[in-house]
Nanobody, 122 residues
Framework: VQLQASGGGLVETGGSLRLSCTTS????????MGWFRQAPGKEREFVAA????????LYADSVKGRFTISRDNAKNMAYLQTNSLKPEDTAVYYC????????????????WGQGTLVTVSS
């Protein structure tokens, strides 16, 4: 079972990036997908999550209205569209999968991929 986040990069304030999470080795549709991030010197924090079917989503207050999580179960992919980026969004972004819960708690997510770095310049 593998997850891999990609799509990060350097962007100016106000810019956008689309992060992708590629999964393999498991039944993607059986997992809640989440995005978390960790800024230098800070703890990992929840960003967004989406249910198995994609009907329901959760967002951290800090990204609500700017970020959009989505998934394509046919392609085994999850996405995080990030708009109106701010310097405080600079972090390594991780995708994660949870088999049995839909929540914001990182401990509930059993599967984690390597992160992708997003840097927002001021």
């Amino acid at each position: 079972v593998q997850l891999q986040a990609s799509g990060g990069g350097l962007v100016e304030t106000g810019g956008s990036l689309r992060l992708s999470c590629t999964t393999s080795g498991h039944t993607f549709g059986n997992y809640v997908m989440g995005w978390f991030r960790q800024a230098p010197g800070k703890e990992r924090e929840f960003v967004a999550a989406i249910t198995w079917s994609g009907v329901s989503t959760l967002y951290a207050d800090s990204v609500k209205g700017r970020f959009t999580i989505s998934r394509d179960n046919a392609k085994n992919m999850a996405y995080l569209q990030t708009n109106s980026l701010k310097p405080e969004d600079t972090a390594v972004y991780y995708c994660a999968a949870a088999a049995s819960v839909f929540c914001t708690t990182s401990r509930a997510y059993e599967l984690w991929g390597q992160g992708t770095l997003v840097t927002v310049s001021s």
